[in-house]
C-alpha cells in the first residue's frame, strides 16, 4: 500500500499547571505532530516532544525537519517497508531522535491500521495492564502532601517525587508521605541529575527506614561510574535515564558492574519503538528490569510507549503520565485508565481516535 502525502505541523499546547524539575520548569509544550497517509485513505500519527536539556533537539527542529524534502521523498513509497523507511530516517537524523521517534511512530501507526493489528499484537503482547506512577514536582512539603491528596482522589497509587535541588527537603517531604499515607503510595525519586554523590549517599542512608521502590539518575551524565562505589543492592534500585539516550549507552551501562539495576527508556532518548526495542534486547540479556518514561507528550506517543512497553517481557514499572498534563490533544483514547492501571485496546495502530 502506498503512501501517498505527509503532513507535518507544530503545536503548542499549555500544561494544567506548571511543574519543576530539578534543572527547569515547564508552563507548556510544544508538540510536533506527522500525518502518513496511505492510498487506501488511512492516515497514521505520530507526536515528538523532545527534551532539549536531553537530547539536544528541539520541538521546532523536529518540526523543521519533518518538513524536509527527505521526510516529503516517502511518498510513493510502501508501507510495508516501514522498517526500511525508519532506518533511512535514522540514518538521515542521527542528531535527531525526536525527529526519529516521530516518523516511527506515524509509520508504525500506519502499518498497524493497514494490517488490522495493535502494534503489541504486533510485536507479540507479553502484559495487559500495569500502573503508572504520576508525577510530583518540585515544590514545598505542603504543597508535596495536597497533590498527592489529589492523586489519591483520582485512584493513582504510585507517586513518582521530583528532587535534586536540596536533598534535606527531599527527604522531609518523602517521610511527610509516609506519615500521611502510610503505605497507601508506592513511592519513586527521580533526582534528575541533582545530587552529588555524597548528597546520594546520605539520601540513601537517611531514606533506609522508609520503603522507596527506585531512585532515577541521581547523578549528572559521565558520572555513571561513581555509582559503582555503592552496594549492589542499593544499585540495584537505581534507574538510568538521562544517562540512557541509546543502544551504544545500553551496552556501556549493562557491563558487569552495571550500575544501575533498571533502564529508564523513553521513545523521544532513543529514536522510537525500533530503538526502544534494541535497548530493551540488551537489557533482557543482562536482567535489567525496563521503566517506561516520557516528557510531556500527546496521547499519540504515551500510547505508542504503552505498546511497545507490554510488548517487553521484562518490562517492570511504567511512568507514562505526560499527556495528563495538557490542557488539549489532536487525539483521545489509545488507552484505559483506572485505577492507575494502563490498558490498551484491541483497535489497530496505536488505538487512538482523532478529535
Not at 29 to 50: D, M, R, T
Not at 269 to 285: D, H, N, V, W, Y
Not at 291 to 300: K, L, P, Q, T, V
Request: glycine share 8%; hydrophobic share 40%; aromatic share 10%.
Amino acid at each position: 500500500m502506498k503512501i501517498i502525502a505527509i503532513r507535518s505541523y507544530l503545536k503548542h499546547v499549555r500544561l494544567k499547571k506548571p511543574y519543576t524539575i530539578a534543572y527547569n520548569t515547564y508552563h507548556d509544550v510544544s508538540l510536533a505532530f506527522l500525518e502518513v497517509e496511505l492510498a487506501n485513505g488511512i492516515i497514521g500519527y505520530g507526536s515528538g516532544s523532545p527534551a532539549e536539556e536531553v537530547v539536544g533537539e528541539t520541538t521546532e527542529q523536529t518540526s523543521m525537519n519533518l518538513q524536509t524534502d527527505f521526510v516529503q521523498a516517502f511518498v510513493g513509497r510502501d508501507i510495508r517497508q516501514f522498517n526500511e523507511l525508519i532506518y533511512e530516517a535514522t540514518m538521515q537524523f542521527q542528531e535527531f531522535p525526536g525527529t526519529i521517534a516521530t516518523i516511527d511512530i506515524a509509520l508504525h501507526d500506519a502499518f498497524g491500521k493497514y494490517i488490522q493489528l495493535p502494534i503489541a499484537k504486533f510485536y507479540g503482547q507479553k502484559t495487559t495492564s500495569l500502573p503508572t506512577s504520576i508525577t510530583i514536582g518540585i515544590c514545598d512539603v505542603q504543597e508535596t502532601l495536597a497533590q498527592a491528596m489529589e492523586c489519591k482522589k483520582l485512584g493513582f497509587r504510585i507517586l513518582k517525587v521530583k528532587t535534586g535541588v536540596n536533598p534535606v527537603v527531599d527527604l522531609e517531604r518523602i517521610i511527610k508521605l509516609y506519615e500521611l499515607f502510610g503505605d497507601y503510595f508506592i513511592i519513586r525519586v527521580d533526582a534528575n541529575q541533582g545530587y552529588t554523590f555524597d548528597e546520594l549517599t546520605w539520601f540513601i542512608k537517611s531514606i533506609q527506614p522508609y520503603p522507596i521502590e527506585l531512585i532515577e539518575q541521581p547523578l549528572k551524565v559521565g558520572l555513571d561510574k561513581e555509582l559503582l562505589k555503592l552496594n549492589q543492592s542499593d544499585r540495584k534500585k537505581l534507574a538510568a535515564d538521562e544517562s540512557l539516550k541509546n543502544a551504544h549507552a545500553a551496552l556501556t551501562l549493562a557491563s558487569t558492574d552495571a550500575p544501575y539495576g533498571i533502564f529508564n527508556i523513553k521513545l523521544m532518548k532513543c529514536g522510537g519503538i525500533l530503538g526502544a526495542r534494541e535497548i530493551a534486547t540488551i537489557a533482557q540479556a543482562s536482567s535489567i528490569d525496563l521503566f517506561w518514561g516520557c516528557n510531556d507528550e500527546s496521547i499519540i506517543s504515551i500510547a505508542a510507549a504503552l505498546h511497545v512497553a507490554y510488548s517487553c517481557p521484562h518490562t517492570k514499572y511504567l511512568d507514562l503520565d505526560g499527556s495528563f498534563d495538557l490542557a488539549e490533544d489532536i487525539v483521545r483514547g489509545g488507552f484505559k485508565l483506572s485505577d492507575g492501571h494502563m490498558t490498551i485496546n484491541d483497535k489497530p495502530g496505536f488505538g487512538f481516535d482523532v478529535i
